[in-house]
Each structure stands twice: as C-alpha cells, then as structure tokens.
C-alpha cells in the first residue's frame, strides 16, 4: 500500500476505480452478499462451534 499518498489523492484513485464497475442490481448485491457470508461461516468456523471439540476432534452428538 502507498502510505505516500494523500486523502484526496486515494479518494480520487478510489473513484475512478469504482467508475470502471458495472453497475449491479440491490438484489445481485444482496445476493452476493449472503452467498459470501456463507463461504465465511462455512470455512472459518472454530472447530469447537461446528460440531467437533478442540482437543480431539471427535464428534459430538
């Protein structure tokens, strides 16, 4: 990341880049939302709150 940039400078950056999107509709957005929340819970979820203990790894039931 370039620290030497000013606010101005990386806000004008970050416009024109948001200029090249295409544009989505609220449902496509939301949609893309919960699919990546999804991915989220589905990848990155302790052990120990998706069924197994931590210790060992055994099912529990």
Do not use: H, W
Not at 33 to 43: A, G, Q, W
Not at 47 to 59: D, E, I, K, M
């Amino acid at each position: 990341m370039n620290y030497t940039l000013s606010f101005q400078e990386r806000a004008k950056l970050a416009a024109e880049q948001l200029s090249k999107q295409l544009p989505i509709t609220l449902e496509q957005a939301r949609r893309l939302k919960t699919e990546s929340r999804s991915k989220v819970n589905k990848f990155q979820m302790p052990a120990s709150l998706n069924g197994f203990t931590t210790n060992n790894l055994s099912r529990i039931d």
